[in-house]
């Protein structure tokens, strides 16, 4: 998994905990930290989450055998 897929991956999963937040207890985290959902700056986080999980639509495509890791050499 290359270093964008990773990065992708984990603000995807942070945008997902946001909404557990939001559903589970009505708590907007990304709201709360930087100044209500219409600030400018939690907009943009809503948007880089929002691509984030875009991009990672394509990680459903890759096939099984680039997905697995090798084994380590042995020693």
């Given at each position: 998994m290359s270093g964008l897929?990773?990065?992708a991956?984990?603000?995807?999963?942070?945008?997902a905990v946001n909404w557990g937040l939001i559903g589970f207890f009505?708590?907007?985290?990304v709201a709360a930290i930087f100044g209500g959902?219409?600030?400018v700056f939690?907009?943009?986080i809503y948007a880089i989450v929002g691509l984030a999980g875009l991009y990672c639509i394509s990680l459903l495509f890759i096939?099984?055998?680039?997905t697995?890791?090798?084994p380590e050499p042995q020693k």
């Open positions: 897929q990773r990065t991956l984990i603000i995807a999963i942070i945008g009505g708590f907007d985290l959902q219409g600030a939690a907009r943009v096939p099984q055998e680039q697995q890791q090798s």
